[in-house]
């Protein structure tokens, strides 16, 4: 039998050199005894050292990242769970994969309750300042009981969040200093920590986000679980909060803008005519769409890019919203997704001069990757909002049908994007009555990774635009 003691402080690490060890001998699991933070000079505790091997030992990235997360879970069996595992992948490399086994199902799960525990701690950790007269920074301590040994794997959040002050943070097992940084010691009973004004803060912003219309206590409690409430300072305020939400609730509805009445409908309509007046002209469409504000998107996008063709085109073609070259150019389809756009029209002996081409919305939206912009799809707000101008269009086109391609465009024209695939090549209506035909986004065929499947695609996909051209 061997004896194994690994530290408080690097637990990860040391586990990892002696399963390394102990895997090269050809150790079995059940020769083993893990331990766990025993003061002992010796790494491993043992008075019969560990065996010598020279047999190779492997693991993979993702176990190494799952046994990262384990470590620290507060399981007495993590080590011995750990090394076992090891040990069957050395014989069996796809048993990580294998979720339906008892071990590696509890593997994962004891790594879920120590992410999510490192999660609670970064987001309920409450710092009260004690600095001294005369210190150079100043310096702050706050206590926290988590559920797992997750201190230590903790630390860097706080070091890389907190770099400019020097902080304390105390827990039952391990306690974590920096001043420039980390160094860790003993655990500690709950100190006797000042009272803080900024605690008061937090109650003031928890007051504030606190929407008494949407309370459900389970959802609350799940996030923000009662075990931690005596160590918040706006904790006592829920209680409270709880008790009076049904009576504020009623008070807010109370106060709540009534719906317009029935009589002004028609001013509506009316008004809004008026504002379709005044962009008439192209010139005058360009520039109100320049200065739209309808929706956020317009802040991270170069431009809106509005459609093109002829106004008084008999087929619309309507996309889901422009891409990163559409973005740049301030042209609809004239990035990839365009070439085979462009492409398929010329096969079906479509001329894109003679038709009119848009997007059920006007700007890029995008998520930011390095150098590169990922294109987001746009949520039903953003759709909603854009309706606006895609009506316009439609009202100035007056088109004898409208090709819908992708659910962006479905969703805008019909107000329903479901069934896209098993709708298209259908002829339906718009929601104001206007003939329709369905059809995917010539991005969903770029998209697909099989060649085969691609060029089935690309068939099916000019099949519908031909479709449409005889239809109008």
């Known amino acids: 039998m061997h004896s194994v003691s690994l530290p408080q402080v690097g637990t990860f690490g040391a586990w990892r050199d002696a399963a390394r060890t102990l895997l090269s001998a050809e150790t079995p699991p059940e020769d083993i005894l893990w331990s766990f933070g025993d003061d002992c000079a010796d790494l491993f505790g043992a008075k019969i050292p560990l065996p010598k091997g020279d047999k190779a030992v492997t693991a993979s990235k993702q176990f190494i990242s799952l046994a990262n997360l384990v470590i620290w879970n507060r399981d007495s069996e993590r080590f011995a769970r750990l090394y076992a595992v090891l040990?069957?992948?050395?014989?069996?490399k796809g048993l990580l994969a294998d979720r339906g086994d008892p071990r590696i199902d509890r593997l994962h799960k004891m790594a879920k309750e120590v992410s999510r525990d490192k999660h609670k701690m970064t987001a309920f950790v409450r710092f009260r300042e004690v600095s001294q007269p005369g210190a150079n920074r100043r310096a702050f301590a706050a206590w926290f009981e988590p559920s797992h040994f997750i201190m230590e794997p903790s630390a860097p959040f706080f070091a890389k969040r907190f770099g400019d002050m020097d902080w304390t943070i105390f827990t039952p097992h391990l306690t974590a200093h920096y001043d420039g940084a980390v160094t860790f010691s003993d655990g500690v009973t709950k100190p006797p920590?000042?009272?803080?004004?900024?605690?008061?803060?937090?109650?003031?912003?928890?007051?504030?986000?606190?929407?008494?219309?949407?309370?459900?206590?389970?959802a609350m409690q799940a996030e923000m679980p009662k075990k931690y409430w005596?160590?918040?300072?706006?904790?006592?305020?829920?209680?409270?909060?709880?008790?009076?939400?049904q009576a504020r609730a009623a008070e807010m509805a109370a106060k709540a803008p009534t719906l317009a009445p029935a009589r002004a409908a028609p001013i509506l309509d009316r008004l809004h005519s008026q504002q379709a007046a005044k962009l008439e002209t192209q010139d005058q469409f360009l520039i109100a769409l320049q200065g739209c504000r309808r929706c956020p998107l317009w802040e991270n996008a170069t431009q809106p890019v509005p459609g093109e063709g002829p106004l008084d085109a008999a087929l619309m073609i309507v996309g889901e919203q422009p891409g990163d070259q559409e973005d740049l150019k301030g042209h609809p389809f004239a990035g990839p997704a365009g070439a085979v756009f462009d492409a398929a029209l010329e096969q079906v002996g479509i001329d894109r001069g003679g038709i009119y081409v848009t997007n059920a919305v006007k700007h890029f939206k995008f998520k930011p990757r390095g150098k590169r912009r990922l294109h987001q799809n746009p949520n039903r707000d953003e759709i909603q909002h854009c309706k606006w101008w895609l009506d316009l269009e439609v009202a100035r086109v007056q088109p004898t049908l409208i090709v819908a391609m992708g659910?962006?465009?479905?969703?805008?024209?019909?107000?329903?994007?479901?069934?896209l695939l098993k709708r298209r090549g259908r002829f339906e209506q718009t929601q104001d009555g206007i003939p329709l035909m369905v059809t995917v986004h010539p991005s969903y065929i770029l998209r697909l990774p099989d060649a085969g499947l691609r060029a089935e695609e690309e068939a099916r996909y000019r099949a519908d635009l031909a479709l449409a051209a005889r239809s109008v």
């Open 230 to 245: 005596k160590n918040l300072p706006e904790a006592d305020l829920i209680p409270e909060m709880i008790a009076t939400a």
């Open 407 to 419: 659910g962006t465009a479905l969703e805008s024209l019909t107000g329903t994007r479901e069934g």
């Open 193 to 218: 920590l000042p009272d803080d004004a900024t605690e008061e803060l937090w109650r003031t912003y928890f007051r504030s986000i606190f929407n008494p219309a949407r309370v459900k206590v389970k």
């Open 87 to 92: 040990h069957a992948l050395q014989r069996d």
